[in-house]
């Protein structure tokens, strides 16, 4: 009888500390056990469709963006000056703040583009390199561009050369990936972070008195914004293109 009085005890104590109420402390590690799950990926190119992206300054993707096995590509051959014609950079609808984006991009022989991130479409802004800072896309062995340092495949054009080239060349797919997140950047070109720096510092405003975009009064201001891939009057394509908002 001992036993059993004690196995009841026992029994009653666990359904009462189950039943009382809970402490302050018991609250906030349960309500961080429910926490909102981390932000997954997100595609934003169904592969056959332009569905979610438009033409820089309004309206549909310009007739030179072409889609075919999965990929959007802009086709170059009847144009003649790079964003003009039928063609244009084309930007997300959506704006993004702290994001994980990433693409896979392969440039024709001597060809030239880019991936611009954070860009603010306004009419006061006729290019999206106005606002937007640039991961470069070029044919390092073959662009005249890429004589120039901060000019070549995976710099942050015109303010920061890549720490190592990790490029492979034309008519391989490369894997590009831009983080951004409180103001920490970062470049990833093939598995490699090439570049890394913090945006609104005043070493970065340095950085930007320093270059071609110092006349430019919108240029990196927006900590929200759009992604542009970049008509340079060159054949480019680009697949798998993902995006995580952190």
């Known amino acids: ?20 109420p809970k402490t302050e402390e018991a609250t906030s590690q ?13 595609s934003l190119f169904d592969g056959q469709t332009f569905n979610g992206w438009s033409k820089y300054g309004g309206g549909e993707v310009g007739k030179a963006w072409k889609i075919e096995n999965g990929e959007f590509f802009l086709d170059a051959s ?60 070029l044919d390092n062995n073959g662009h005249p561009d890429a004589k120039i340092i901060s000019h070549r495949a995976g710099d942050l054009y015109d303010l920061i050369v890549s720490s190592q080239e990790t490029v492979k060349p034309v008519g391989e ?7 951004i997140n ?6 990833i070109l093939n598995g490699v972070t090439v570049v890394s720096t913090t945006l609104w510092t005043p070493e970065w405003d340095a950085l930007v008195a320093g270059s071609k975009f ?4 919108g240029f990196a201001k927006y900590k929200k914004g759009k992604i542009a891939l970049q008509d340079h009057g060159d054949v480019v394509h680009y697949r798998n293109v993902m995006i995580k908002k952190l």
């Open 1 to 20: 009888m001992r036993k059993g009085y004690l196995a009841m005890w026992a029994a009653a104590g666990f359904f009462a500390a189950c039943s009382a």
């Open 30 to 42: 349960d309500t961080v056990a429910v926490a909102a799950p981390v932000e997954e990926w997100v």
């Open 78 to 137: 009847n144009k003649d000056k790079w964003e003009e014609g039928d063609g244009g950079d084309i930007v997300t609808n959506e704006e993004f703040e702290n994001f994980h984006f990433k693409t896979e991009w392969k440039i024709s022989p001597n060809g030239n583009s880019g991936i611009i991130f954070l860009v603010h479409e306004s009419p006061e802004f006729t290019n999206t390199y106005h606002t937007g800072p640039e991961m470069q896309v």
């Open 173 to 179: 797919w490369n894997q590009a990936e831009v983080i």
């Open 182 to 187: 409180q103001g920490k950047l970062d470049l």
């Open 214 to 217: 110092k006349d430019m009064p």
